[in-house]
């Protein structure tokens, strides 16, 4: 077992099962505070300069600010947040889909305070968690509108597509954030990333002679569960599991449901004898 591995093993100890929930939670009270009893998330916002002038809490409470948009959409976000979420943890694990907020709240509050005049937002932290179910799950289907169903990989690309918009033309602070949120999302899946453009790669080299000899040809994807290839299942996208120790492809229906390939360390060959 690798020490990343043994370290998310030892994580899970001290993991907050179902955190996306209590997060939505939280921010349900925060905005029930603000539109029934009147009172302003001020004091709970991510103003660096308003902590290094003593108050610390801000650091964490920031976090519970709900979105700043009409009701609807605000409850339609907490419930795609805590679907989202909730599917990370159960690919994950609690351990590791705790270690990726953490990471994505500190980034935002290192990016924060960068720039210590202004606000940090938590919406970049939701980015990252929407970029990781987009990797995860690509064809899962949204209604945008309510309406028009889209497959959520093409309102990722879009995401992707205005966040390099923020980084060349946003002020200093939302590039910080950018780059807080797209950091997180590449710190956990530059593994995946890399095996997913060299299989692509490989791909495009066969193309000129696939033309040729397609049926022939061996699939540059394969399940190593249920066998499907990428010859047969042009249209599938295949994955590759960040945590088997091999290279293994799998399909969309066991990417999540498969028995890990584990690395077993070789024994120490015995001393040649004097």
Same mark, same amino acid.
């Given at each position: 077992? %690798?020490?990343?591995?043994?370290?998310?093993?030892?994580?899970?100890?001290?993991?907050?099962?179902?955190?996306?929930?209590?997060?939505?939670?939280?921010?349900?009270?925060?905005?029930?505070?603000?539109?029934?009893?009147?009172?302003?998330?001020?004091?709970?916002?991510?103003?660096?300069? +308003?902590?290094?002038?003593?108050?610390?809490?801000?650091?964490?409470?920031?976090? *519970?600010?709900?979105?700043?948009? =009409?009701?609807?959409?605000?409850?339609?976000?907490?419930?795609?947040?805590?679907?989202?979420?909730?599917?990370?943890?159960?690919?994950?694990?609690?351990?590791?889909?705790?270690?990726?907020?953490?990471?994505?709240?500190?980034?935002? &509050?290192?990016?924060?305070?960068?720039?210590? %005049?202004?606000?940090?937002?938590?919406?970049?932290? !939701?980015?990252?968690?929407?970029?990781?179910?987009?990797?995860?799950?690509? +064809?899962?289907?949204?209604?945008?509108?309510?309406?028009?169903?889209?497959?959520?990989?093409?309102? $990722?690309?879009?995401?992707?597509?205005?966040? /390099?918009?923020? *980084?060349?033309?946003?002020?200093? %602070?939302?590039? *910080?954030?950018? *780059?807080?949120?797209?950091?997180?999302?590449?710190?956990?899946?530059?593994?995946?990333?890399?095996?997913?453009?060299?299989?692509?790669?490989?791909?495009?080299?066969?193309?000129?002679?696939?033309?040729?000899?397609?049926?022939? #040809? $061996?699939?540059?994807?394969?399940?190593? &569960?249920? /066998?499907? #290839?990428? +010859?047969?299942?042009?249209?599938?996208?295949?994955?590759?599991?960040?945590?088997? !120790?091999?290279?293994?492809?799998?399909?969309?229906? =066991?990417?999540?449901?498969?028995?890990?390939?584990?690395?077993?360390?070789?024994?120490?060959?015995?001393?040649?004898?004097?």
């Amino acid at each position: 077992m %690798s020490r990343f591995r043994r370290f998310l093993h030892l994580l899970e100890s001290f993991a907050i099962p179902n955190i996306s929930l209590y997060l939505v939670i939280g921010q349900v009270a925060v905005f029930g505070m603000e539109f029934v009893g009147g009172r302003s998330s001020y004091p709970l916002w991510l103003i660096p300069a +308003n902590v290094l002038a003593g108050e610390w809490w801000r650091v964490f409470t920031f976090v *519970l600010v709900p979105p700043a948009a =009409h009701p609807v959409f605000i409850a339609f976000a907490w419930y795609l947040f805590w679907m989202m979420g909730s599917a990370l943890e159960s690919n994950w694990g609690a351990g590791k889909y705790n270690l990726y907020l953490l990471v994505g709240w500190a980034l935002t &509050v290192g990016a924060g305070f960068l720039a210590p %005049s202004s606000i940090a937002s938590n919406g970049f932290i !939701a980015g990252s968690v929407f970029l990781a179910f987009a990797w995860f799950a690509p +064809n899962f289907e949204l209604a945008l509108f309510f309406v028009l169903p889209v497959k959520i990989k093409w309102l $990722a690309l879009i995401t992707w597509v205005f966040y /390099g918009y923020t *980084l060349l033309f946003g002020d200093w %602070s939302a590039r *910080l954030g950018v *780059l807080a949120s797209t950091g997180n999302f590449l710190l956990f899946f530059s593994r995946d990333i890399w095996l997913t453009v060299r299989h692509h790669h490989r791909r495009m080299g066969h193309e000129p002679h696939r033309r040729h000899t397609r049926e022939e #040809d $061996a699939a540059l994807h394969r399940c190593k &569960v249920c /066998g499907k #290839d990428s +010859n047969a299942h042009p249209e599938m996208d295949f994955r590759y599991c960040s945590k088997c !120790a091999d290279d293994s492809c799998y399909c969309p229906d =066991h990417i999540r449901n498969h028995e890990h390939v584990i690395e077993v360390p070789q024994e120490n060959p015995p001393a040649p004898r004097g």
